[in-house]
């Protein structure tokens, strides 16, 4: 019997190595690692991660498969001792989301599978850029809509144009409350479980803002389409402190885990944009940003290894004590963010980029660093992020 190593951003019977994977011919591996829950990030990435880990073993187990759930050390520890205990004919892995895992793999003699979890895998993205004289995301974002056919009229965009951004910039409403509460869901004994299992780390522990199963997760996504896509064009980079969610979907996560795929996302919004009622700028820009930047950023991670050892300003400043919370931040907007990553390990775009990352920026905060602090600090954070 062959094992699949799945990941733990990887949770998803359609990605890769697990697509065609047969309970009877298969068994599969998933490791939780001591020395990943070590590093020091937001409890609730933490918890989300390995909580989303065991919920889906369970579901691999009530579909026949045999589920070695271990934790260990260190990944490769776990998988070592995996080959030790159950001698596989294969170890097979789809290809992990990051080059340190990919070493990994290579380290260890694991058979890798192309990836298909994002829309344009990194080495179509290489073909596509060798072509270019410079990689603007728009001119990828197009020759993605093109590929997909998503707003698309034959060779034309559907409303006569690609990008409906000048629409998307109205200031916040004085009457927050039309934005809809995110769903939550309630906390039972597997959460407790997790929990208790979990180092102590920082950050407010979880009440439910994030699922932990690819059900909820499609319950979000349901959420979004049918309640906030239509207000999400006009008001996605307005911020207040009236409405720490606004229209945004808070997808993210699940998508970085596997637990949604991009190809469904963007179907369910187009399949509510061709019932009516809904904007195009609201549609075209979520489309964008999953099509266009999420994969974009995804390309340029594989096209440029060394870019996270680039830091072209010489910022070396060290992390603020206002950003560890070691102090209290004076600016009222700093303050509302930290908040939010605090109570929730999350805030969007704008909090993000115009604050949080503008500041850093303007500052001179070493780089290296900051990515660092944002990787621990976001529900949502990965290496290729």
């Known amino acids: 019997m062959r094992t699949v190593l799945v990941f733990g951003d990887q949770l998803n019977r359609r990605i890769g190595a697990l697509?065609?994977?047969?309970p009877d011919q298969t068994r599969v591996l998933l490791v939780e690692s001591e020395a990943v829950l070590a590093l020091g990030r937001h409890v609730?990435?933490?918890?989300?991660?390995?909580?989303?880990?065991?919920?889906?073993?369970g579901e691999l187990r009530d579909a026949g498969f045999e589920v070695d759930?271990?934790?260990?050390?260190?990944?490769?520890d776990g998988v070592r001792a995996h080959v030790d205990e159950c001698s596989p004919d294969e170890l097979v892995a789809t290809e992990p989301n990051s080059r340190r895992a990919r070493a990994l793999c290579e380290r260890l003699g694991v058979t890798q599978v192309r990836s298909n979890q994002f829309l344009c895998h990194h080495e179509d993205f290489a073909a596509w850029a060798d072509d270019q004289t410079t990689l603007q995301m728009e001119r990828f974002y197009r020759w993605r809509r093109t590929a997909t056919g998503y707003l698309m009229d034959g060779d034309e965009p559907i409303g006569g144009q690609w990008n409906f951004d000048h629409d998307n910039r109205e200031?916040?409403?004085k009457d927050a409350s039309i934005f809809t509460a995110p769903p939550s869901s309630a906390l039972d004994e597997l959460d407790a479980e997790v929990l208790a299992s979990l180092p102590e780390t920082h950050g407010e522990s979880p009440v439910g803002w994030w699922a932990t199963s690819r059900r909820g997760a499609l319950a979000r996504l349901r959420h979004f389409v049918d309640h906030e896509l239509g207000r999400f064009g006009p008001f996605e980079d307005a911020m207040t402190h009236r409405s720490w969610s606004l229209a945004h979907s808070m997808l993210s996560p699940?998508?970085?885990?596997?637990?949604?795929?991009?190809?469904?996302?963007?179907?369910?919004?187009?399949?509510r944009f061709e019932e009516g009622g809904v904007p195009i700028s609201s549609v075209e820009g979520f489309v964008r940003q999953v099509i266009g930047w999420r994969e974009y950023v995804w390309g340029l991670y594989w096209r440029w290894p060394d870019h996270a050892e680039a830091n072209v300003f010489d910022h070396d400043a060290p992390i603020p004590p206002a950003l560890t919370g070691e102090a209290e931040p004076h600016m009222r907007c700093v303050a509302d963010a930290l908040d939010g990553l605090r109570e929730r390990a999350w805030v969007h775009h704008i909090p993000r980029l115009m604050i949080l990352s503008n500041l850093s920026n303007l500052v001179g905060l070493d780089p290296k660093a900051v990515m660092r602090w944002q990787w621990d600090h976001y529900i949502d954070g990965a290496e290729w992020v």
């Open 19 to 22: 697509s065609d994977a047969e």
């Open 44 to 57: 609730q990435r933490n918890h989300l991660v390995v909580t989303a880990m065991r919920r889906f073993a």
């Open 69 to 76: 759930l271990r934790r260990a050390p260190t990944m490769g």
């Open 171 to 173: 200031p916040p409403p």
């Open 254 to 271: 699940y998508l970085n885990l596997g637990l949604l795929l991009p190809d469904e996302v963007c179907e369910r919004v187009l399949d």
